[in-house]
């Protein structure tokens, strides 16, 4: 019963299964791992070879050996699940993934051996000769390589949010079936030992895996754009109801300061001078209103200056509203919201003692907006994509900001650059600017009708 188990296959099972999880863990970096990581690693690993080891080689049927490397994939699969916290569709995505990989480099390895047919031969102990193991190492070290350069590496936030069950599902089965299939196919072209046909089957092999790796992180891209547009119109609806419900604060808390200021001088005579001139000055303070010509600006801007005043912070602005008046009225709040809350969060962070405070101008240059922001910031800032990354610990649902703040900048034709000297952040954007005739025309139709969307500014 001994050569059951001690067989030509034994080398090559366990350096196979070594191999389908060390491609299964190369396309699971970044991921989240479970407590005790290595150690889970190491045990489920040992556990994979042994089982990899014992099976025994009952008969030479193809259908036979294919089923064996069948438990073999299912365990390397299980290795995403049993080490990482992962749901069972980033388990087959990664699991299709590295079968996709490692098929890849099997292909190649077997295109090199139909012109060096001497290294399939086996020793007669059974175990592989050095010239295979060389083939097979190098093979796989050379396709695992190109693939983490030119995929993994590019595309390290694959996440839940970007990835569907049944896709992934359907992609992990069609992975599977290809590479089992190929290994009743090798067996027959051996047999018939024909080279071209052998050749243009491994090459074949190799398309069909490297489309199916394609497709599933074009997948990932179509999800990720798909999220980001969800977000982004869920904001949008959510910055048109924050406008209205900041416009009216700000209105209201104009009125309430009015208000006051009349009762304090209908008793400035019965207060203390001090007292007086101490609560007129706050009044002052927060019913002082910013006038930019634009009534969006209006809003965004005294809004952002009371928050400003409540956290200790200068607020200086030199504002031509007029110069934006083009944009909707949505992409305007936007626009200024996120680079003023932006600001604000950073400056907030600047330790006790340091000055805080925050410019914001916004002019027209020879046919051109300039829109300017600059802030102080303490630390380092860390940077995903040439834009700074969010501080939040939320990753996933943060870290919009710049990011709309770069859709509305393209949307109209602009581009804008950062700079980070002296531990200044400051924003420069530049749009070209849009003149009144010409908005004008815009936002009217093919027959002079009106078309603004409802809610929007011209131009929008």
């Not at 196979?16 to 407590?35: T, Y």
């Not at 046919?367 to 995903?384: R, S």
């Amino acid at each position: 019963m001994a050569e059951l188990w001690i067989n030509p296959l034994l080398p090559i099972k366990v350096f196979n299964a070594v191999i389908l999880i060390a491609a299964v863990m190369m396309f699971s970096q970044g991921l989240p791992r479970k407590d005790h990581f290595w150690r889970r690693l190491l045990l489920w690993g040992s556990a994979c070879l042994l089982t990899a080891a014992a099976i025994p080689l009952l008969t030479d049927s193809v259908w036979y050996v294919t089923s064996m490397f069948l438990v073999m994939y299912l365990l390397a699969m299980l290795t995403v699940w049993v080490c990482c916290k992962v749901s069972w569709p980033m388990v087959f995505f990664i699991a299709a993934a590295a079968f996709s990989a490692d098929h890849i480099a099997s292909m190649l390895d077997s295109i090199i051996s139909l012109f060096r047919p001497d290294i399939l031969q086996y020793t007669d102990t059974g175990l592989l000769n050095i010239p295979v193991l060389l083939n097979y190492t190098l093979c796989r070290i050379l396709v695992f390589g190109l693939v983490d350069l030119l995929i993994i590496r590019k595309n390290r936030d694959v996440n839940d949010d970007s990835i569907r069950f049944a896709p992934s599902l359907l992609i992990l089965i069609i992975s599977i079936v290809v590479n089992l299939y190929m290994n009743i196919v090798f067996s027959q072209l051996i047999s018939d030992r024909s080279f071209w046909l052998s050749m243009f089957n491994f090459a074949m092999n190799i398309a069909i895996s490297l489309l199916l790796l394609l497709c599933q992180y074009a997948m990932v891209r179509e999800g990720r754009m798909r999220t980001q547009l969800q977000i982004a119109n869920l904001l949008r609806a959510q910055a048109r109801e924050q406008y209205r419900n900041s416009k009216e604060n700000v209105e209201a808390i104009s009125a309430k300061c009015h208000d006051l200021k009349h009762l304090l001088l209908a008793v400035r005579d019965v207060i203390d001078p001090a007292e007086y001139a101490s609560m007129m000055e706050m009044i002052n303070s927060y019913g002082a209103e910013i006038h930019t010509d634009n009534e969006v600006l209006d809003v965004v801007f005294q809004e952002k200056n009371f928050q400003c005043r409540k956290r200790g912070i200068q607020f200086t602005c030199i504002i031509d509203g007029t110069a934006v008046d083009f944009m909707g009225t949505t992409d305007q709040y936007i626009l200024f919201g996120n680079l003023l809350d932006n600001a604000i969060e950073a400056v907030s962070r600047l330790p006790e003692g340091e000055v805080k405070n925050i410019q914001v101008t916004v002019r027209r240059d020879k046919g051109f907006v300039i829109i300017t922001t600059e802030n102080g910031y303490a630390g380092e800032l860390e940077w995903d994509g040439g834009r700074p990354r969010t501080s939040k610990k939320d990753k996933q649902s943060h870290g919009y900001g710049i990011l709309s703040i770069e859709k509305i900048v393209h949307k109209y034709s602009g581009r804008y650059s950062i700079s980070t000297e002296d531990q200044i952040f400051a924003m420069n954007i530049v749009l070209p600017a849009v003149r009144a005739e010409d908005k004008e025309k815009e936002a009217a139709g093919p027959d002079g009708m009106d078309v603004t969307p409802a809610g929007e500014g011209a131009g929008h």
